[in-house]
Nanobody
Framework: QDQFVESGGGLVQPGGSLRLSCVAS????????IAWYRQGPGKQRELVAS???????DYADFVKGRFTISRDSAKNTVFLQMDSLTPEDTAIYYC??????????WGQGTQVTVSS
């Protein structure tokens, strides 16, 4: 029943790297702009990055130059390569469409913790 399954999170030291994966069970995956979101402790969920069906990418200012989003449409999968991680990147990371729909539940997310 889950439409989004995130994985790849973990504990890393500042300056380290991590790659997140998201498998999306969407019939129209190839025609959807897919995005990564995150929610840090005591904070609201925020947009991190997005990638269109054509591969065009957009990033929040706070991750630009450090994160890279990509997609493999044949596998219904979206990736988030995270480099130069800082403690401020600590959050639960989720994937969803660019315009999340109420009828489409969020996944459980994957925890990213950056600490020395």
């Amino acid at each position: 029943q889950d439409q989004f399954v995130e994985s790849g999170g973990g504990l890393v030291q500042p300056g380290g790297s991590l790659r997140l994966s998201c498998v999306a069970s969407l019939l129209d995956f190839r025609y959807q702009t897919i995005a990564w979101y995150r929610q840090g402790p005591g904070k609201q969920r925020e947009l991190v990055a997005s990638v269109t069906t054509y591969g065009a990418r957009d990033y929040a200012d706070f991750v630009k130059g450090r994160f890279t989003i990509s997609r493999d449409s044949a596998k219904n999968t979206v990736f988030l390569q995270m480099d130069s991680l800082t403690p401020e990147d600590t959050a639960i990371y989720y994937c969803n469409t660019e315009q999340p729909q109420n009828f489409r539940p969020w996944g459980q997310g994957t925890q990213v913790t950056v600490s020395s």
